[in-house]
């Protein structure tokens, strides 16, 4: 049963074979590991919330290794042991006591470390810190690993405070290299191999070049702490770097290199009215949901009555409001139509032309499609090289672009592509760029010596989804965003609109790429109850499993059919542990967090761990036999009431219908 | 690798005391040696949990001047003013004369401190003095080698739900050292490992479980700064030895609890609900109003004082604080001997250091110092005070008056063995906090995919448990841990079978990501069917301010 310490299973896909002599896998292969100290946001003790401003105290969170950067660090060690004579180097950006996180890192695999402290770095955004990290790659390349250019920068696909996924690409964006993102398993022979989830599907890349950047998702058992390791650790020695000693210019780092600002945090609660309607009948429960559910899906909308009026003022920024692109097969994929929807609404408030950006092999009738859902223009910029997806490929054409035109907004869909391009384009174009939006919006902004009118609001989640941040770009000709699908609706169709297209065709070589794709295989849509529309989970009073199943999926089928939308059964915590679902179906701080646009909870009480998975759906229905359950401070809707008798009458009421 | 010289099990305020006088010893006597000290939770403190009011002078000796600048001591320690105890009923609070309450329980010249927060300080300056302090490993059980131990062995990592290695699978390391102390607290697994291999006490150890909740105020509080009231009576029925506790830490803050001796005789007293009881006392609830609980937490203290002291040395190794059980009941104390009893155990190994010799005639000179420093002499005066009140409130208290004079020494049983048949708490429920709730503000977590920690040695003997004492572990359990679940055909998986009915079958079904640490199951099963191992490092419950 004792396996040696850090022996790792057979590399995954191909069977072990022997490294060609001469070859790749003969030769070391360095990995800079960046890891970032968060606080936990898993486990945040009652009194840091401020409630009354609906802010958390950061302080009083522990801070621990983010835990990404922890499948980073296992993902490296991975590589180092089929490269012998590599060596790893952890990096990481912060104030002194950051010297922790190296600790915590030598501790679970050796290697050497890097903290990179200055107060000049305070304040700095996804743009500021990663010019700041490429600075510090620079050095370690030079003075650690002997000016080799054979490393592997790793590191966690995003940091639980910020959530971004900004920083990585942008590294790899200064640096010049290429970024493989989402990274789930890796092959060391003959070569290293990463798979990932791109936008085509599950692809095996191979790195043409090093040096080269790969972000990894939660894919590996993390390694853990040694306590002799440890001890070792915190005798060894850590580099402490300076701004000027890694070459950082002034400008470019801390509050002064920022292109974005934090101007208001706020509780997620607020969005959402308290009180809990108690309804009786299962009829009108239905009728009530129905009613909420068509409504739904506008979150991102302003609320009635609240349109931006200039009122004839000199708006701070000026140009077109943009929308990225993306194809999906011969057509458009609908989150591009639900952002062109919002860029419409935007520049009318500015009296602004909106333009489509569609990266293709040939526009074909994709552009009428284009115009009839809102935009004034069409910039087709046509491209062997466009026709799929490659970061470095698109990034040229569409920043090239945003130069020679300087829109002042620029909206991509937060999906693999838009992840991996956005922040590489907004890097190109010095832009600030803010990630998964939840909300956008034109308005004022006056405080200081800044008095800004007509700017994007820019709200979205952090912390963890604990808090919500609003924020707006600085210093920048464009104001980017991304958004993620299903926020906004799709505009109706107006074939009657007119507009122009300007075709283009972008200076791509095939020699720029840097990663070759060894084989995509489609992703089948897996059973997640994260993409679901609506989920309908079950809790510990439901009794049984029998129970469970007889009541559950055929009241998620009906909701789904009546409501339209994709339906998944759900449960807490304890119905897992009771057996009456599996570990994949689990809601809550240590199973899944769940945004659906409808959550129905079936016999559960509303434990904190639970509500922390649930908080963010649009509609929160409970039925719960005690009155006094905690849930029904969450919900919408409830009913008091027997399961047994209400869940087959509603599915009952929703057949008729 | 630099060998260790002295690994210390538990950063609680016996092992930093520890921690501490080993450090300034060695730095005065000119020695290069190394003091270690592990623990299982996650960080300082983060697994203590007292009252506390405590008495400061053993802390004013070990590091002097810890009054004299601000810091997070001084930040936290509330001088004792008012000191009061009163006797409840259902419904009427009785204030006790000062002169009725014996000396000894006089908080006089007392402060009332979180002992997270003492433990969080105590940790600051022994880093500063070079103690290697780690946290998030936990110690297995001992290495013993031809009688003498050796040094500990880590928890296994890396484990799946079904005890299988996964990839990242760490076999628990071997800490090896020259000498070692053993300071994990009350019933800890080591120093339970300590009695068993080298002797335990004349009695049994016995055990009472604090439970505690932490309520803030925006402004001032009713209950008033610089006070410490403790209640005897309700809701502790006369046979039941407990009482409970209200302290002012700060200007805005007030810790609350109960405590309760184990060896109740109720299958079904859960100790959470009596919490509610109590906080919903005319007179509490008074205290308390305009107040929110922030945090809460429970914990076991060991009784059984002077008679159940075991062996306190062995070759390479001797323990203190709660794990050894120095707790003066009648006093209602132990930090200040768990500060005490770790400052003798490292003088003890200063001295026998040049010698180079730990065996155990080197250390045996321990006993002499905790007799000479009055702590021997202080639980000896209350020997048979906790077994006073076997009889109950009324018959102990006249006879913990004179229990020290008594010529003979009063026997303690297991608390397992007190649960009797068909004895049901009864009662209304209190409402108040539900204890979902109440789990959630102890910060507990641990890996949901680790194979338990806890586990129930032979199903079988549940179903008599159920029949005879309503599945008591059901009910004791502060966090939850344990539950009933009848299967298929049934009624619902309730928490606790009610009291009087006889199900047809079922089993305990458990929840061990609730666990507090607190240790009640381990003392409390009746069929001692209960085995609690330390789970992986980092776990457990998050006491900031407990």
Known sequence: ?657 | MKPIDVLIVGAGPAGLAAAIRLRDRFDQDGRDASVVVIDKAFGPGYHNLSGAAFEPAALDELLPGWREERNLLTDHVTPVKRDEMYFLTGRWALKLPHFVVPRRMHHTGDVTIPLSRLVQYMAQQAEKKGVELYYGYSARSLIVERGVVRGVKLADAGLDKDGRPKPNYMPGEEIRARVTILADGTRGVLSTQFRELFGAGRNPQVYSVGIKAVVNFPDENPFGNNRVVHTLGYPAPNSVFGGGFMYSMGEKTVAVGFILGLDWKYGDLNPQRELERYRAHPFVRRQLKGGTVLATGAKTIPEGGYLSLGRLTAPGALIAGDGAGFVNIEKIKGIHYAIQSGVCAADTIADAFPAGDFRHDALSSYSQRLTELGLMRELKHARNYRQSFRWGLIAGMPLSLIQSHLPVALATHPDRLTTRRGAHRGGRDAGGMDQTTYISLTGTSHREDEPSHVSILDASQCLECADRFAASCTHFCPGQVYRWSEGEDGADGSVGVPSGDAPRGGEIVLSPSNCLHCMTCAVKCPYDNIRWIPPEGGEGPRYKAM
């Open chain 1, 1 to 657: 049963m004792s396996a040696p310490r850090g022996k790792s299973p057979a590399p995954v896909g191909k069977p072990a074979r022997p490294a060609r002599s001469g070859s790749r896998a003969a030769r070391p292969l360095h990995c800079i590991v960046l890891v970032k100290q968060v606080p936990d946001v898993s486990n945040i003790p009652e009194d840091a919330w401020d409630r009354e401003k609906g802010t958390l105290k950061r302080a009083m969170l522990d801070s621990i290794l983010n835990p990404l950067d922890l499948q980073a660090l296992t993902f490296a060690r991975r590589i180092t042991e089929a490269h012998p004579g590599s060596r790893t180097i952890y990096l990481t950006m912060g104030p002194p006591q950051a010297r922790e996180t190296l600790v915590d890192c030598l501790s679970r695999a050796p290697g050497e470390a890097v903290l990179l402290t200055d107060r000049a770095f305070a304040g700095a955004d996804t743009v500021a810190t990663s010019y700041s990290l490429a600075c510090a790659i620079r050095r370690i390349e030079k003075e650690l690993l002997g000016r080799s250019r054979d490393y592997v920068i790793v590191t966690g696909m995003q940091s639980v405070d910020g959530d971004t996924a900004q920083v990585p690409p942008q590294i790899a964006e200064e640096l010049g290299i290429e970024h493989i993102a989402y990274a789930q398993a890796l092959e060391t022979q003959p070569e290293l191999a990463i798979r990932r989830i791109g936008p085509q599907g599950a692809e095996v890349v191979r790195p043409l070049r090093y040096p080269v950047l790969t972000t990894v998702t939660a894919c590996m058992d993390p390694l853990y702490r040694s306590f002799h390791q440890a001890r070792e650790a915190r005798s060894g020695p850590i580099h402490e770097w300076s701004a000027e000693s890694v070459g950082a210019s002034p400008q470019r780092i801390g509050l002064a290199g920022s292109r974005t600002q934090v101007y208001r945090i706020f509780s997620p609660s607020e969005e959402r009215s308290k009180a809990c309607e108690f309804v009786h009948e299962p009829a009108e429960l239905i009728d009530r949901i129905q009613a909420r559910y068509k409504a739904a899906g506008g979150r991102a909308r302003a609320a009635e009555g609240e349109v931006y009026d200039l009122a004839g003022r000199k708006p701070s920024y000026k140009g077109e409001f943009w929308v990225l692109v993306e194809r999906e097969g011969d057509g458009i994929r609908s989150v591009s139509l639900e952002l062109l929807g919002k860029a419409r609404e935007l520049a009318d408030c500015l009296g602004e032309k909106v333009g489509a950006v569609l990266p293709c092999g040939e526009a074909g009738t994709l552009a009428k499609d284009l115009i009839a859902c809102g935009a004034d223009t069409v910039y087709a910029m046509e491209h062997p090289l466009l026709c799929e997806f490659l970061p470095i490929p698109f990034k040229k054409a569409v920043s090239e672009l945003v130069r020679k035109h300087r829109p002042q907004v620029m909206l991509f869909g937060a999906t693999p592509l838009g992840r991996e391009l956005a922040p590489r384009i907004a890097y190109a174009c010095d832009s600030g760029l803010t990630a998964d939006c939840t909300k956008l919006e034109i308005g004022d902004y006056a405080k200081g010596d800044l008095d800004l009118v007509g700017i994007l609001k820019q709200t979205r989640p952090a912390l963890g989804g604990n808090i919500m941040a609003t924020i707006l770009t600085r210093d920048s000709a464009t104001q980017m965003a991304t958004v993620r699908p299903g926020v906004l609706r799709v505009p109706p169709r107006d074939p009657s609109r007119t507009g122009r297209v300007i075709r283009s065709k972008p200076d791509l070589a095939a020699r720029e790429l840097g990663v070759r794709t060894v084989s995509v295989e489609a992703l089948e849509k897996k059973a997640s109850i994260r993409d679901a529309d609506i989920v309908v989970s079950g809790g510990h009073g439901l009794r049984s499993r029998a129970l469970f199943e007889r009541l559950l999926r055929p009241l998620a089928d009906e909701l789904g059919r009546v409501l339209g939308g994709d339906a998944k059964v759900g449960a807490s915590r304890i119905a897992v542990e009771d057996g009456f679902a599996t570990h994949d179906r689990q809601v809550g701080q240590t199973g899944q967090t769940v945004q659906p646009r409808l959550y129905v909870a079936l016999g559960i009480s509303g434990a904190v761990q639970h509500i922390s998975g649930m908080a963010g759906s649009e509609i929160i229905v409970a039925i719960n036999k005690d009155p006094r359950a905690r849930i029904f401070n969450y919900a919408d809707y409830g009913m008091v009431g027997d399961i047994e008798l209400i869940a087959p009458a509603l599915i009952h009421e929703l057949e008729k219908r």
